[in-house]
Structure formats: C-alpha cells, structure tokens
C-alpha cells in the first residue's frame, strides 16, 4: 500500500505474481501465481484462498453481489465465483468465434480437466482476455488482448458485440463518472470514453507499456507505466495532460494494477 500524500510504502505482503486487487468486507483479495484468489487481513493472515479448476493466469478480479467476477487468461474464459470457488457464470472465448491463436491454430480447450495446473503461454492463447467489469445488470465489458478489442457480453446468450477496436494489447476497463477508462497498452496510452465508448482524450505522457489506470477521487489519473518503472499522476482535466507527481517503483518489479483505497 502507498500512500500518495508522504510518497512511501505503509504496507506490504509477499505474494507469488499478484494480480487482480480489490478491497472488501475488510479483507484485501487478490489473485496469485498459484491460480487461487486469496483473502488477506491487516494482519497478512489468509482468510480464505479460492480455488476452481478453470483457473489459470488469473488476471483482473471484481466484487460481484454474489462473489467475483475473474479473468482466467489462460483458459481464454471470464468466471464468476462465489467465496467457495463454485462456477456462478461463465463465458469462453474459444465458444464465441475467438478460437485461434495468434499463430492461426486452433485451440480447443477440454473442459472436463483440471487447468489450474497448467502452463498456457500467452501465444498459445486466443484472446488473453485479461480484464472484465459488469455492465448494467446482463451485461459484461472486457478487453481482449490479441484482437485489440472492446467487446460487450450479454450474459443471458454469451453473445457479444464489439465497442471499439484498433487497440494494442489493452488492460484494464474501468467506470468512471462520465464514462470509461481503458489501458490501450502497447500504444502507450489511456483512453478516456463517454458513455458511448467514443474516445474523448488521449492520455499520453512517454509512457511505455500502459499496464493500467485509474480515474482516482479527486479526478486525477493514476497510470502505471510499467515499463518505465513508474506511477504516475496526471491532472484530471487538463488536455496537455500534465504530470502531477511521479513514484519510481524497484526495477525488479513490475507493476500490474493500481487501486485507490
């Protein structure tokens, strides 16, 4: 945890490869190296560790008002979870028209087995789909890595539709007062969206390798500029996107998501 106001670390916890973050019933839940989503206290004694067999490369996690919405990249899949790890909804990729590698393979995934203890390269995944928030009360958005895409799920038939392409590798969709945020990542960028998912602005600063971002309280905008070792603060409304403040993190690490708390 960083606090913002003094600039340094207040408190800290090792975890193999964390991923998706979120705060709630006044534990700190986040996934991990090991295809489980663990629940920690202020003490870093672990509550409850989620397990489900379609886990794998676990990547953005939400609160969902029956459990958790994950992305197992992986599998090419997005799950919601309750808090003992039973599949409430799911939604593959390789079912909805995504089933080729980047290579143009075919990939079939069998579902009866036990994926949480494989290994799936990024390349030999379909969509490496890696971020998913619920939208309205059937609907799910998430950012397909390969494709470069947007799309929108109906949860009720798992049909999608797409909402803006032309991205390169994107991370991290996210609400915001007016609209929507988005990593559009190897394009170095964040996008701004209204309601309509028209790009409104382009946040761009040199960063390289825009892993994620967030429109925090104050109206600024916290991005992790992960291949550039820093976190960095720009000015909500101001178009030239000016730099309030920069955090440079260890170079042996790598940051994955930012959450305000």
């Known amino acids: ?108 995934l069998d579902k009866s087995k036990d994926h949480s203890i494989e290994i799936y390269p990024t390349l030999s995944q379909a969509t490496h789909v890696n971020s998913a928030v619920l939208y309205g009360q059937d609907s799910i958005l998430t950012t397909l890595f390969h494709q470069g895409i947007l799309i929108k799920i109906d949860r009720r038939t798992g049909d999608y539709t797409t909402l803006l392409e032309g991205l390169s590798n994107p991370h991290a969709i996210y609400s915001t007062t007016d609209g929507f945020l988005i990593s559009d990542t190897h394009n170095n960028q964040a996008l701004v969206l209204d309601r309509n998912f028209r790009v409104m602005r382009k946040i761009k600063a040199e960063f390289k390798w825009v892993q994620d971002a967030i429109m925090e309280s104050r109206g600024n905008f916290i991005i992790a500029d992960a291949d550039n070792n820093r976190i960095v603060e720009i000015l909500g409304h101001d178009e030239k996107n000016s730099i309030i403040s920069t955090y440079y993190f260890d170079k042996e690490w790598r940051v994955f998501q930012i959450k305000e708390i």
């Open 1 to 108: 945890i960083y606090n913002q106001t003094n600039k340094k670390i207040i408190w800290d916890v090792g975890i193999d490869l964390p991923t998706g973050i979120i705060c709630c019933d006044n534990l700190l839940f986040l996934n991990s190296l090991k295809n489980q989503i663990l629940g920690l206290d202020k003490s870093k004694k672990i509550r409850h560790c989620i397990k489900n067999k379609n886990f794998n490369s676990l990547h953005s996690l939400v609160k969902t008002p029956k459990g958790f919405l994950v992305t197992s990249s992986g599998t090419d899949l997005i799950l919601e979870v309750d808090i003992l790890g039973q599949t409430l909804f799911e939604w593959w990729a390789t079912d909805h028209s995504f089933n080729r590698t980047p290579s143009g393979e075919e990939r079939i």
